[in-house]
């Protein structure tokens, strides 16, 4: 791994208002650690030398300066203001990658990602392009039109995580385009822009937190990994 | 809720093998408890009543009925064999309902089960002869077919749980068809019979414990509801 810049992009753009919290979600202490001081952890210590870009709404960038210097100390981490779309968060934290190298694209609100899986992303990439990590769906799926609902083979069907991973000669020029509505992950920007996207091997427990009850689940996921 | 018969048949059927123990998942015990017995509770407790059929492997027959007498003391529980599949598991069940009813066909693996969500299939059913529980999907989805992967709109996907729930002139005739490997659910056994199906609001914490970490995750879902 040695040679190449590699470059974490942290996305923790969303106002979490699906938490019913008075703080935003990437701020909710799991373990009495902001959640977004995960991520960035399991990063550095995942990849040695790796820049670290935090992308937040902009009017969270004065707090997040005070909780990182209080919870990660002087871990060199780059927090840039986010846009409207997830699209523009992105892209404004690209904007910090410079040299030829590996981009990890990840969801600040998935506190559980391991170094096992950012490593695998990481070999992936360097092979051939992209790593979008993917698990199966354990359940029964429908698709439900306007009321019609009907089943789909789940089989076929993969849950997708994140870090969302490129070379970025793949990611750079992929991020110029336009925004389009259709445009819900890095890995669709990508596929637009015309090229092939390879899925890995999530996992399981590599969690989104989106609601109060996710946190539990983190909570108890993290307390076992212990 | 009177007058109408009504029956929960509960399918323990699987092996549980994805969770690498040594007991069925069926038997582990959650805070103190074997799992099955979460389910059969809480249908007795939604529905007062209701006839509670159990349907376990062959060979489980025998520890089911010791466990379910040192656990739920003399509730009424019709214990059956099932079968190959799913399908002849649920068939097997359905032998033991007589009357005119309302029929709820429920994971033993969903040990989260609310007495809301029962009474809310329960309504729904009886207006439209089907209520499927389901939850919008979270994450964005890909379908991977041999290696080639491709978006899906997520907006319209559905993650079904149990109990799918049904009048019983619906679901007995439909149980009657010859075994189709499509038949994933009771939902798509009722369709091809050419009934339509309809989706209830379903509960996230309804999880289906399947693996290990999914234990974890019951365990810390349940202390926090109590």
Request: aromatic share 6%; net charge neutral; hydrophobic share 45%.
């Amino acid at each position: 791994m040695i040679g190449i810049q590699k470059y974490a992009v942290i996305v923790a753009g969303g106002k979490g208002t699906r938490m019913g919290a008075a703080v935003p979600k990437q701020f909710l202490l799991l373990q009495g650690k902001p959640l977004l001081c995960y991520p960035i952890q399991a990063f550095a210590d995942a990849i040695p030398g790796i820049r670290l870009i935090l992308v937040l709404p902009p009017d969270q960038l004065g707090s997040a300066r005070t909780v990182l210097r209080s919870y990660l100390g002087n871990l060199d981490v780059t927090i840039v203001a986010g846009g409207e779309t997830r699209y523009n968060s992105v892209q404004n934290g690209l904007k910090e990658v410079a040299d030829d190298g590996i981009v990890f694209v990840h969801d600040g609100a998935r506190p559980l990602i391991s170094i096992e899986l950012i490593r695998r992303c990481y070999v992936r990439a360097s092979e051939h392009g992209s790593a979008i990590p993917a698990i199966p769906v354990t359940e029964s799926v429908r698709l439900d039109d306007l009321g019609v609902s009907t089943p789909v083979n789940r089989e076929l069907l993969r849950i997708i995580q994140t870090p969302q991973t490129f070379r970025t000669e793949v990611i750079l020029p992929a991020f110029q385009q336009d925004y389009d509505p259709a445009f819900t992950d890095e890995a669709t920007v990508v596929e637009a822009f015309g090229a092939k996207v390879y899925l890995v091997e999530g996992m399981r427990d590599n969690i989104k937190v989106t609601t109060p009850l996710d946190m539990i689940i983190a909570d108890a996921l993290l307390k076992q990994r212990k």
